[in-house]
């Protein structure tokens, strides 16, 4: 797992999105531009919740999330999203 210096507020979540799966028959190449965002990831940190939110994901937890969901950063030339954890579908 990564290890970040980034610590959530709140009820909100950091994930690391996972590679996509490419899948292609036929020999088609399908281009970066074309690809779509990948929908799962892991949690790397969690905040504390709120006094009417509890958290139920954890670090280390593979998630999926809705397809416009959080906010994208970059730290170290890495990838990540924050989100709060209601933009979380399911645990995988």
Do not use: C, F, H
Request: proline residues 4%; aromatic residues 4%.
């Amino acid at each position: 797992m990564t290890k970040v210096k980034i610590k959530p507020l709140g009820d909100r979540v950091l994930v690391e999105p996972q590679e996509a799966e490419v899948k292609t028959s036929g020999g088609i190449i399908i281009p970066d531009s074309a690809k779509e965002k990948p929908q799962k990831g892991v949690v790397i940190a969690v905040g504390s919740g709120t006094k009417d939110v509890e958290m139920e994901v954890a670090a280390g937890d593979v998630v999926l999330y809705g397809k416009y969901s959080g906010n994208e950063l970059q730290i170290d030339d890495k990838e990540y999203l924050i989100m709060r954890q209601s933009d979380i579908l399911a645990v995988i």
